[in-house]
Protein backbone atom coordinates (compact mmCIF):
# COMPACT_ATOMS: atom_id res chain seq x y z
CA UNK A 1 0.00 0.00 0.00
CA UNK A 2 1.16 3.06 -0.79
CA UNK A 3 0.29 6.34 0.83
CA UNK A 4 1.52 10.19 1.18
CA UNK A 5 2.50 11.96 4.45
CA UNK A 6 2.47 15.15 5.58
CA UNK A 7 4.83 15.49 8.19
CA UNK A 8 5.07 18.13 11.46
CA UNK A 9 8.11 17.87 13.10
CA UNK A 10 8.66 18.93 16.78
CA UNK A 11 5.27 18.68 17.83
CA UNK A 12 4.24 18.38 21.25
CA UNK A 13 2.94 14.89 21.16
CA UNK A 14 3.12 11.93 18.64
CA UNK A 15 -0.33 11.63 15.96
CA UNK A 16 -1.46 10.19 13.07
CA UNK A 17 -4.22 11.53 11.55
CA UNK A 18 -6.36 10.52 8.78
CA UNK A 19 -7.04 13.31 5.99
CA UNK A 20 -8.03 10.79 3.25
CA UNK A 21 -7.73 7.25 1.97
CA UNK A 22 -4.28 7.10 1.48
CA UNK A 23 -3.45 10.63 2.78
CA UNK A 24 -2.54 11.58 6.44
CA UNK A 25 -0.87 14.06 8.38
CA UNK A 26 1.29 12.68 11.27
CA UNK A 27 2.88 14.92 13.95
CA UNK A 28 6.26 14.15 15.61
CA UNK A 29 8.23 15.13 18.73
CA UNK A 30 11.18 14.73 16.86
CA UNK A 31 13.71 17.61 15.29
CA UNK A 32 14.03 17.30 11.39
CA UNK A 33 17.84 16.74 11.94
CA UNK A 34 20.21 13.93 11.23
CA UNK A 35 17.05 11.40 10.24
CA UNK A 36 15.31 11.52 13.56
CA UNK A 37 12.66 12.49 12.26
CA UNK A 38 11.98 9.52 9.87
CA UNK A 39 13.35 7.06 11.94
CA UNK A 40 10.23 8.48 14.47
CA UNK A 41 7.97 8.47 11.45
CA UNK A 42 8.72 5.14 10.62
CA UNK A 43 8.19 3.96 14.03
CA UNK A 44 4.69 5.60 14.69
CA UNK A 45 3.46 4.44 10.79
CA UNK A 46 4.26 0.87 11.84
CA UNK A 47 2.56 1.05 14.96
CA UNK A 48 -0.52 2.73 13.40
CA UNK A 49 -0.94 0.15 10.60
CA UNK A 50 -0.01 -2.36 13.37
CA UNK A 51 3.13 -3.96 11.14
CA UNK A 52 6.85 -4.13 11.87
CA UNK A 53 9.53 -1.48 10.95
CA UNK A 54 11.00 -3.28 8.37
CA UNK A 55 7.60 -2.87 6.41
CA UNK A 56 7.31 0.57 6.42
CA UNK A 57 9.86 2.16 4.05
CA UNK A 58 10.03 5.75 2.54
CA UNK A 59 10.03 5.98 -0.80
CA UNK A 60 10.23 10.03 -1.64
CA UNK A 61 10.41 12.96 -0.18
CA UNK A 62 12.87 11.66 2.58
CA UNK A 63 14.14 15.48 3.27
CA UNK A 64 10.61 17.39 2.19
CA UNK A 65 7.07 17.75 4.22
CA UNK A 66 5.63 15.34 1.92
CA UNK A 67 6.66 12.01 1.88
CA UNK A 68 5.47 8.85 -0.09
CA UNK A 69 5.61 5.89 1.79
CA UNK A 70 5.08 2.09 0.99
CA UNK A 71 3.77 0.06 3.50
CA UNK A 72 4.12 -4.04 2.91
Keep these: ?4 VKVSPRSSKNEVVKISEGEYKVKLTAP ?3 GKANDML ?3 LAEY ?3 SKSSVQIV ?3 TAKIKIV ?3
Design 60 to 62: GGK
Design 70 to 72: DIA
Design 32 to 34: PVD
Design 42 to 44: IKI
Design 49 to 51: FNV
Design 1 to 4: MRIY
